[in-house]
């Protein structure tokens, strides 16, 4: 890493520790939603490991984000509330699912690889819904009760205890920080791992694997590695979402959180170093505060309008807001994948050299 690096992680870190601050002026500062933002960000920076460096897509990385849900759930029923034990074993767990999918689906690549990771998630799915019910609870999932052991805790006769770390309890803000430590955390390693000899190597399989391959070099250790970090940081990104709410459900693993993931990195920039992050935030911004809006609030913004015409914009807008958010998502997904293929991340660099072309143009309109 150099300095510009080490810049970027000072100022990634400054603007999540304040963004309780800052979020409020487009109402995204309640800790609901500040968690979120962390928890997904970290699941779409791990997935950006796998698909951004090396180019594989995975339409199966939501199995990785139950397992360390459900591995984290049992950490706290079995052992103690203390989370931290919790996500290094869903993140261990994670990694060895991950070893396992990823032995057998990269022994394929393009879309061969991605039905199979979609078939292994699947699977996973089905068997948390039915085969494996006496561990994940089917379809009413996996919660605290009051006869867990929990060996490492001291008992307990006031209802079921909350999640804490070292005594602390991990609701509302303090759980957001929690996260936002992590996130800090995994979002550092990324950058050390795109910098790195190893991600040189990743992006080089990326860029042409054939022609790696005709150089003698063995990829599929590279790739394996790759699979996994990401699994794991996908299992990470599970147990958070129980560490802030203990309930541990099988429609974590469903298709459309794998899909959710692949719409996070290819809005903020595939392969880019924040555009994942990016994604995440604006997807689920979209999910909480659009999906909000319902008619009451629509007439109230376009209040200042003749009763008419109000009734108009309010019939027109309620189809892109309320349950209709997912059009405006589509919508704007389609229109980054046409004008912007590189993602958010492509817009800001296309505005910073609009700018340091211009600048340049001055100065050499004052020189002469």
């Not at 060895?96 to 061969?112: C, N, T």
């Not at 605290?144 to 909350?162: F, V």
Request: hydrophobic share 55%; proline share 3%; charged share 10%.
């Amino acid at each position: 890493m150099n300095m510009k690096d080490n810049i970027l992680v000072l100022i990634f870190g400054a603007v999540i520790l304040t963004m309780p601050l800052w979020a409020g002026i487009v109402g995204a500062g309640y800790p609901d939603l500040l968690q979120k933002f962390a928890i997904f960000g970290l699941f779409a920076i791990g997935f950006n490991i796998l698909f951004g460096f090396t180019g594989y897509l995975s339409f199966g990385h939501a199995a990785f984000l139950g397992i360390g849900s459900y591995t984290a759930m049992w950490s706290f029923k079995l052992l103690t509330m203390n989370a931290i034990p919790a996500i290094l074993f869903a993140t261990a767990v994670s990694g060895l699912f991950a070893l396992a999918i990823g032995f057998v689906a990269l022994r394929r690549s393009g879309i061969y690889f991605s039905i199979l990771t979609l078939a292994f998630a699947q699977m996973c799915y089905n068997m948390a819904y039915s085969v494996l019910t006496p561990i994940t609870n089917g379809e009413t999932g996996l919660t605290l009760t009051a006869a867990d052991p929990r060996i490492l805790d001291a008992a307990t006769t006031e209802g079921l205890p909350s999640t804490e770390v070292f005594g602390m309890g991990l609701s509302g803000y303090h759980g957001f920080y929690f996260c936002a430590v992590i996130l800090i955390i995994g979002f550092y390693i990324s950058v050390r791992l795109y910098r790195s000899s190893f991600g040189l190597m990743l992006l080089a399989v990326k860029s042409n694997q054939n022609r790696m391959k005709y150089t003698g070099l063995n990829t599929k250790p590279y790739l394996l590695s790759a699979f996994v970090i990401s699994g794991m940081y996908a299992g990470l990104a599970g147990a958070l979402m129980v560490v802030i709410d203990p309930l541990a459900g099988a429609e974590r693993m469903q298709w459309t959180a794998s899909g959710e993931v692949v719409l996070m990195t290819i809005l903020g920039g595939v392969g880019t170093i924040l555009g994942p992050f990016i994604g995440a935030i604006v997807i689920k911004y979209f999910e909480n505060i659009f999906s909000a809006f319902n008619d009451a609030v629509l007439n109230q913004v376009f209040d200042f309008l003749p009763d008419f015409i109000q009734g108009i914009w309010v019939s027109f807008a309620s189809l892109f807001v309320g349950k209709g958010w997912h059009l405006t998502l589509g919508v704007l997904f389609m229109l980054i994948v046409i004008f912007l293929p590189g993602g958010a991340m492509e817009g800001f660099r296309r505005i910073a050299a609009k700018f340091k072309k211009e600048k340049e143009a001055h100065s050499a309109g004052g020189a002469e």
